[in-house]
Structure formats: C-alpha cells, structure tokens
C-alpha cells in the first residue's frame, strides 16, 4: 500500500462513526488537513497568546496534529468549526483531556475571522450538549489565563463559574489559569436561559 492510500485508509477510520454537530451558522466535524493553513493563520495570530501562541507554520502543524490524534486515540477531541456560508474553517472546539489536565475541557480557538460573531458560544453550546450526551461526562471546564477576558466572558455566557486558581503538568504550568466550570445538572437547569 502506497503512502496516499495508506493515509486515505487511515483518515477513513477515523471519519467513521465520528459525529457531525449542526448548528444554525456551523457545522462542528472531524479536522481535515484542508483546514490546516487557516489553522496555521489562526495560530500565527498574537491573539492566540493565552492559548500558546503565536505560532511559526511547522510549529502548528505539530500541534494541528493533536486533534485529529486525540480522535484517534481517545475517541474525542476538538471539532473543527466550519461557518456554513463561507465553507472556511473558522476555528476549533470541543472536547479536550490530555494526560494530567484539570478536568473534562470543552476549550475553543477562533480565526481572526470569526471573532466577534458569537461563533465560540455557539460551537461550545454544541460541543458541551454532546460531551454530556455522547461522552457521558458529568462536568466540563475552561482552563482560562487569567489576563484573557473575552474568554472569560465567553464562558460566563456558558453558565460557567470561575472554580478558582487551576494548574497545568509542566512544561505549561508557569501558566496563570483560573477553572470555569459546571456540572451536568447545571448546564441543563440553564439551559432554557441560553436559548
């Protein structure tokens, strides 16, 4: 089997079964390579400052390959966001839960171009109806620097409450991160509110 055929078999397993959320602006699916260099501008952007960021192109794709592995290996990860007008990949969010992190992460990065739009409530509302649905768990954080407001905001419209200081496994825990969070319960008590 040839490199290109290898690599199709491989992206076909991983694209089967894997869920596709709708959304009235976005469609919520597995990462492709087609969404990496609107990725590698995300990341290029020192927006993505709280996040790790910015990033060199080969340093992205590094990390770009977290996801479609996290899907691989533990059956979630973050979605690519897709706005459904442009067809372009605005973003990603999801599920997250690498190995010694603070708890069931729901986390989001948005494009330059989808900032501002409401696009990280909408994609995460999405994403944590299905963690608590698919993947059964019973609470979901935001790992959230401290200096980073509009994320801050984006998870209060969540229904999410600052938990207190949180720390990351080294080499990331010089890192200042307050935990947002809430439980299942919670969520679905608010959920008539966000509507």
């Keep these: 089997?040839?490199?290109?055929?290898?690599?199709?078999?491989?992206?076909?397993?991983?694209?089967?079964?894997?869920?596709?959320?709708?959304?009235?602006?976005?469609?919520?699916?597995?990462?492709?390579?087609?969404?990496?260099?609107?990725?590698?501008?995300?990341?290029?952007?020192?927006?993505?400052?709280?996040?790790?960021?910015?990033?060199?192109?080969?340093?992205?794709?590094?990390?770009?390959?977290?996801?479609?592995?996290?899907?691989?290996?533990?059956g979630f990860g973050m979605f690519s966001v897709i706005e459904k007008s442009s067809g372009l990949f605005m973003g990603q969010a999801g599920p997250w839960q690498p190995d010694g992190w603070p708890g069931t992460e729901v986390g989001y990065a948005l494009h330059a171009d989808g900032r501002g739009k409401g696009y990280a409530v909408e994609a995460c509302t999405a994403a944590i109806d299905w963690a608590f649905d698919a993947l059964g768990w019973q609470e979901v954080i935001q790992s959230i620097e401290v200096s980073n407001v509009a994320s801050q905001k984006v998870a209060e419209r969540l229904g999410a409450r600052n938990r207190g200081q949180g720390v990351f496994q080294p080499p990331h825990d010089k890192l200042q991160i307050d935990v947002w969070g809430q439980t299942r319960d919670e969520w679905l008590a608010h959920k008539s509110v966000r509507a």
């Design 1 to 74: 089997m040839d490199c290109a055929s290898a690599h199709a078999a491989w992206f076909a397993r991983l694209r089967e079964g894997a869920p596709v959320l709708d959304t009235p602006r976005l469609e919520l699916r597995v990462p492709e390579i087609a969404d990496f260099n609107r990725y590698a501008e995300m990341f290029a952007d020192p927006a993505t400052r709280h996040i790790g960021g910015p990033l060199v192109r080969a340093d992205a794709w590094r990390r770009f390959l977290q996801m479609p592995g996290a899907w691989f290996t533990q």
